[in-house]
């Protein structure tokens, strides 16, 4: 755990044995980290308050490399191929909702921001890497592509919101 303020890293409890996690599959809602377990159905809530792991319901699809994730409000989002699942950590349920319509489904970076989900660049079974832009409506439950990144397609790429701009 890192404090901006004082600039001091700190050890925080371990995630629970055999858990595997990649570093593409984790969003937060509040104070609590939300971690898909790779190639399976397990999922995990880390609080960071508590500093305490918590087994949630399982994932209804298997997981593999290259499933990006986006938090919208008090939602989040994980998508799985064409599949785009929900969950509420209220209920502690999972609901799939619109399918993805890109071309290119594997590996796109997913962020959010002002209540959308975006979902930026991805590839195809055969590596081809694209510069599509999709954004995710959750009022509407439907996507939307935007205009195709303007620079050269990235493989693993990072991307984040700071101050509400995205940064890709």
Request: charged share 20%.
């Amino acid at each position: 755990k890192y404090d901006a303020q004082t600039n001091i890293w700190t050890d925080v409890t371990d995630p629970p044995v055999g858990a595997t996690f990649h570093n593409e599959h984790a969003f937060t809602i509040g104070h609590k980290g939300y971690f898909p377990d790779l190639f399976s159905i397990d999922f995990w809530e880390y609080d960071a308050d508590l500093d305490l792991w918590t087994q949630k319901a399982p994932i209804p699809l298997s997981t593999s490399f290259g499933n990006p994730t986006f938090a919208i409000g008090d939602k989040g989002y994980l998508k799985i191929g064409a599949s785009l699942l929900e969950y509420d950590p209220a209920l502690d349920t999972w609901t799939t909702k619109a399918p993805f319509p890109g071309l290119f489904p594997n590996r796109p970076k997913g962020i959010h921001q002002n209540g959308y989900g975006y979902l930026i660049g991805g590839m195809n079974a055969a590596w081809i890497w694209c510069p599509e832009v999709w954004r995710y409506d959750p009022a509407s439950d439907s996507w939307l592509q935007l205009q195709d990144f303007p620079g050269t397609t990235r493989r693993w790429a990072t991307a984040v919101n700071v101050s509400g701009r995205v940064y890709y």
